[in-house]
């Protein structure tokens, strides 16, 4: 358990960002929840939650083009890729996530090939 997002009330910083938010642009709370795919009373409800989940928290971000990273700092590493325990990579785009994901593809790929001709060999082997 991460004892430091304990104090963090998620539900509170959403709460917070959006009426800053609506204060900025004159927006309503309704048409940022339809904006970041909620019905226009789902914001209270979220309000109320401490441990509001990260991804709904993205959502009203990209919905108001803000970064919860420095209120909510644990959803930073919500899009590291870990390649060895001692290598990060921050993912920043699309195309850099889709090419970390053919990249892992094709080496599952070569993994599956090598295991198969394990396989076959350890077959004829105990012919």
């Known amino acids: 358990m991460n004892f430091a997002s304990m104090d963090i009330n998620r539900g509170q910083i959403l709460k917070d960002v959006i009426e800053k938010y609506r204060h900025n642009t004159g927006t309503g709370i309704s048409a940022i929840a339809r904006k970041a ?5 789902m914001p209270y409800r979220h309000f109320k939650q401490p441990d509001l989940p990260t991804h709904i928290i993205r959502k009203y971000g990209r ?36 090419a970390e994901k053919e990249k892992w593809k094709e080496k599952y790929f070569q993994l599956l090939e090598k295991t198969n001709q394990m396989l076959q060999d350890r077959i004829e082997q105990n012919k």
């Open 63 to 98: 919905a108001m083009n803000y970064d919860f990273t420095d209120q909510i700092p644990e959803m930073a590493q919500d899009f590291v890729i870990t390649e060895s325990p001692f290598q990060e990579k921050k993912i920043t785009s699309l195309e850099e996530c889709l």
């Open 37 to 41: 795919g909620y019905h226009p009373t």
